[in-house]
């Protein structure tokens, strides 16, 4: 079992930044791939970026790239996202999640533990 925790997210101005942090608990944290989803109210929980085991692989959504940053820690068993530049449509509620493979997926259905999920509201 992986236990998940998100934390970091809250109210941000249209322009700004906020970190997410994800700590893992569990199984051995660098031994598998990491991602964050987010989900819109009324909206499919759609993959943000993901990372492989090493942190040597990355994957961004379009609507993300050149502004958000996905990184691990595995001595900190905690991954990131760093979100600059944000956007009033980037509001969601953002998930971490993890597969027991270590390459990462793009769908959320490949993906076996989630965290509860923090909420990011960028306002206009």
């Known amino acids: 079992q992986v236990q998940l925790v998100e934390s970091g997210g809250g109210l941000a101005q249209a322009g700004g930044s906020l970190r997410l942090s994800c700590a893992a608990s569990?199984?051995?944290?660098?031994?598998?791939?990491m991602a964050w989803f987010r989900q819109a109210p009324g909206k499919e929980r759609d993959i943000v970026a993901a990372?492989?085991?090493?942190?040597?692989?990355?994957y961004y959504a379009d609507s993300v790239k050149g502004r958000f940053t996905i990184s691990r820690d595995n001595a900190k068993n905690t991954v990131y996202l760093q979100m600059n530049s944000l956007k009033p449509e980037d509001t969601a509620v953002y998930y971490c999640?993890?597969?027991?493979?270590?390459?990462?997926?793009?769908?959320?259905?490949?993906?076996?533990?989630w965290g509860q999920g923090t909420q990011v509201t960028v306002s206009s």
């Open positions: 990372i492989d085991w090493r942190g040597a692989n990355t």
């Open positions: 569990g199984r051995t944290f660098g031994s598998y791939a």
């Open positions: 999640a993890a597969t027991l493979d270590s390459y990462y997926y793009t769908k959320a259905a490949n993906y076996d533990f």
